[in-house]
Antibody
Framework: QVQLVESGGGLVKPGGSLRLSCAAS????????MSWIRQAPGKGLEWVSY????????YYADSVKGRFTISRDNAKNSLYLQMNSLRAEDTAVYYC????????????WGQGTLVTVSS | SYVLTQPPSVSVAPGKTARITCGGN??????VHWYQQKPGQAPVLVIY???DRPSGIPERFSGSNSGNTATLTISRVEAGDEADYYC???????????FGGGTKLTVL
């Protein structure tokens, strides 16, 4: 069965950095686009970034462009999100999700990892 | 950027039909996906491409999309359907993935 397990969340000061990881299993990781989607406490869903199956196509939300970097290692079945220059408004649960190809849904989601940006 | 508008809340009695709307400019020309999120859990895809159901999702869940409104319909509502529901589309604007603000379904 498809499993997505995020890790790397935690408490970080404003201006700091954090790297999230997502370990995938139960499907051929290298065949799928992957995405990061976040949810601030008590708020709705916000898409953050997607990466194509090969890693050649990447897109970011305007809110994180220039600060976040998505990447993947198909040999390790892993997805990453490097987050720099973190702000209080980046505080959220970050979900790894399968999907990101144009028009397609996000059909599987991980359980999420909480990132808290606070001094 | 493209905006999806959902009612903040919908209430329904058990056994009745719940309809959750998602409004957007000419949304009928787009493909709409719906997600269910129960408290403390990750979202789950319940309807994709307007009206298709993933395996494991009850037939009580259905979707439609026309004009400026997409609708998620839940028939014979059960207590276990109580959750937040989000619609989502792809758009050609600066942020290509757009989510609605979410609707909290309360089963009375």
């Amino acid at each position: 069965q498809v499993q997505l397990v995020e890790s790397g969340g935690g408490l970080v000061k404003p201006g700091g950095s954090l790297r999230l990881s997502c370990a995938a299993s139960g499907f051929t990781f290298s065949d799928y686009y992957m995405s990061w989607i976040r949810q601030a406490p008590g708020k709705g869903l916000e898409w953050v970034s997607y990466i194509s199956s090969s890693g050649s196509t990447i897109y970011y939300a305007d809110s994180v462009k220039g600060r976040f970097t998505i990447s993947r290692d198909n040999a390790k079945n892993s997805l990453y999100l490097q987050m720099n220059s973190l702000r209080a408004e980046d505080t959220a649960v970050y979900y790894c999700a399968r999907g990101g190809q144009q028009l397609a849904p996000f059909d599987y989601w991980g359980q999420g990892t909480l990132v808290t940006v606070s001094s | 950027s493209y905006v999806l508008t959902q009612p903040p809340s919908v209430s329904v009695a058990p056994g009745k039909t719940a309809r959750i709307t998602c409004g957007g400019n000419n949304i009928g020309s787009k493909s709409v996906h719906w997600y269910q999120q129960k408290p403390g859990q990750a979202p789950v895809l319940v309807i994709y491409y307007d009206s298709d159901r993933p395996s494991g999702i009850p037939e009580r869940f259905s979707g439609s999309n026309s004009g400026n409104t997409a609708t998620l319909t839940i028939s014979r509502v059960e207590a276990g359907d109580e959750a937040d529901y989000y619609c989502q589309v792809w758009d050609s604007s600066s942020d290509p993935v757009v989510f609605g603000g979410g609707t909290k379904l309360t089963v009375l």
